[in-house]
């Protein structure tokens, strides 16, 4: 239950990011948000860092996956990710993100050279012909509300995602959950401090409302803070593979914010995707 339970926090907190993003992303330039939630969220993590009393890491091999999960969950995701979210609908990158736990599955088996059966191979693939449909077809969409290029920038960022979820899995099980999780978020930050200079104007911050860098904040310390150890200790207690499943919910949580929140529409390929997702993780669940 307490795996379910940290899964579930992760999955509820990630499920609204791309609400979130949307709103962030309407006040400053989406370049931006995708690195101030990053480096944003290594400032507050430096401090819980030095009070907790964390060590050093030891060995080449913690280092390397360390760096792993750094580049993959907390620089190439959220660059990724937050200029599709600049193209896109919030409700068609919550349904993009439906991709990820096939990504997470597939990684995973990558590194463990493992098979998976064939149950989970054909949930996973009706999972991802919803999402194909989606990003595809389109089936009429209104382009200006979900940008080709867009959905492309999000599956992207969670093919990297996917990358630093095994890799913090991995690690944790050496150094821990906030081990992992506030490393990989100062690594993260180190490496896109220095271009903070070039595109984050201190004028745009100080003429964002407050529900923009409300909406930073929660990306800086709910989306890659809480969430990242509920998810890492989640994965590292309950397996890659089966834990990742849950991830199947979360486009569909945050397809039902895009609408309750920003008041988006759902369209055909939407409910197309929705159901294929649903029926992915159906036929997956149990089989990981």
Do not use: N
Request: with cysteine; glycine share 16%; hydrophobic share 60%.
């Amino acid at each position: 239950m307490a795996v379910v339970g940290a899964a579930g926090v992760a999955v509820l907190l990630w499920g609204a990011t791309p609400m979130v993003t949307k709103i962030a992303v309407g006040g400053i330039d989406p370049l931006a948000i995708g690195i101030l939630r990053t480096v944003l969220g290594a400032l507050v993590a430096l401090p819980v860092f030095v009070a907790g009393g964390l060590r050093l890491p030891r060995g080449a091999r913690t280092w390397r996956t360390l760096m792993a999960s750094a580049m993959g969950g907390f620089v190439l995701f959220p660059l990724l990710f937050t200029l599709g979210m600049g193209r896109t609908s919030a409700g068609h990158g919550a349904l993009m993100l439906g991709i990820l736990p096939v990504f997470t599955g597939l990684v995973a088996a990558a590194v463990e050279r493992r098979r998976p059966g064939p149950r989970w191979w054909l949930g996973c693939a009706v999972a991802a012909v919803g999402t194909a449909l989606l990003a595809g077809a389109r089936f009429g969409a209104d382009l200006d509300q979900a940008d080709a290029l867009g959905d492309g920038l999000v599956l992207a960022g969670a093919l990297a995602a996917s990358v630093g979820y095994v890799a913090g899995a991995r690690a944790a099980r050496e150094i821990g959950t906030w081990q992992v999780t506030l490393w990989g978020l100062i690594m993260g930050g180190l490496v896109l401090v220095p271009i903070v200079p070039l595109v984050v104007a201190p004028a745009a911050l100080i003429e964002a409302g407050a529900a923009t860098l409300a909406a930073v904040a929660y990306l800086a310390v709910g989306s890659s803070i809480v969430a990242y150890a509920a998810w890492y200790w989640a994965l590292g207690h309950g397996g890659i593979g089966r834990t990742g499943l849950a991830q199947f919910a979360q486009p569909l949580v945050g397809l039902v914010m895009a609408v309750a929140v920003l008041g988006e529409a759902v369209t055909l390929p939407m409910g197309l995707a929705a159901a294929a997702i649903l029926g992915g993780v159906a036929l997956a669940r149990g089989s990981a």
